[in-house]
């Protein structure tokens, strides 16, 4: 799988932690932000790779910055976006199964490295489970188009 990693300046030892893990698991890896450490912003990393995700460019993205919060907001604001905020592996796999999540946002100050890894890899293993979730995936598409999701019909 292509994959984007975004950070800001506290998510840049995260992310960089995150790119051997990712190839040897067979991904390959397009990061997006520096990762000096230098004051960075995380709208900016948040808009370059999830248009990566919306243009088909990467098959989805995964944004580290403080809390993952601003980085969450930032990136659901693109369409085609779907983020979610992970704090666990159930997290991690329900916003996969259920929501079909191509976005994965984690905080760096909140979670250790080990557990960065283990929500990252249950989030790329996890299929999407489609069903009665797809009906609702639909719903959000139509949001995205400024429509009122409830006159779709299953």
Request: glycine fraction near 8%.
């Given at each position: 799988m292509k994959i984007a990693l975004g950070c800001?300046?506290?998510?840049?030892?995260?992310?960089?932690?995150?790119?051997?893990?990712l190839k040897a698991d067979g991904h390959e890896v397009e990061p997006i932000s520096e990762m000096s450490g230098a004051m960075t912003d995380y709208p900016d990393s948040a808009y370059a790779a999830c248009s990566k995700v919306s243009r088909g460019e990467v098959e989805r993205a995964i944004l580290i910055c403080g809390t993952g919060i601003g980085m969450c907001i930032a990136a659901n604001k693109i369409r085609g976006i779907r983020a979610a905020l992970a704090q666990d592996e159930l997290s991690a796999q329900l916003s996969r199964t259920h929501n079909d999540a191509n976005v994965l946002c984690l905080s760096a100050d909140l979670l250790g490295h080990t557990l960065v890894k283990r929500i990252v890899d249950t989030w790329v293993h996890t299929p999407f489970d489609g069903g009665r979730h797809l009906r609702r995936l639909h719903k959000i598409e139509a949001i995205e188009r400024g429509e009122d999701p409830s006159s779709l019909r299953a």
């Open positions: 800001d300046h506290r998510g840049a030892v995260a992310t960089q932690a995150l790119i051997a893990h």
